[in-house]
């Protein structure tokens, strides 16, 4: 299984930008997809979550400014950021539980990351 990102670079703070995670692979059952920041020297903060049945939760830094949709016919999770910020600025992990057949173990996915640049 591979996660591969896209969608990150550079912006002018009170942008917009989206970020989107695929997963490739032998894939049974997606659970939770989620995507997580990481600024330098501090750890990885998750920044939105959506189960499989599409209830979401956000960061409280986060709330009201982004939105996490996920298209599971195309194993895709979307991050859809507005009124971005300065301290939006790092690197976007995305993240996904999944089985990869009937019966199996759930595992946990990472994707390699995507820039996240937000000027001032």
């Known amino acids: 299984v591979q996660l591969q990102a896209s969608g990150g670079g550079l912006v002018q703070a009170g942008g917009s930008m989206r970020l989107s995670c695929t997963a490739s692979?032998?894939?049974?059952?997606?659970?939770?997809m989620a995507w997580y920041r990481q600024g330098p020297g501090i750890q990885r903060d998750l920044v939105a979550v959506?189960?499989?049945?599409?209830?979401?939760d956000y960061g409280n830094s986060v709330k009201g400014r982004f939105a996490i949709s996920r298209d599971n016919g195309k194993n895709t999770v979307h991050l859809e950021m507005n009124s971005l910020k300065p301290e939006d600025s790092g690197v976007y992990y995305c993240?996904?539980?999944?089985?990869?057949?009937?019966?199996?173990?759930?595992?946990?996915?990472w994707g390699q990351g995507t820039q996240v640049t937000v000027s001032s």
């Open positions: 993240r996904t539980d999944l089985r990869a057949q009937a019966g199996g173990r759930e595992r946990t996915y």
């Open positions: 959506i189960n499989g049945q599409g209830t979401t």
């Open positions: 692979g032998r894939i049974f059952r997606i659970t939770d």
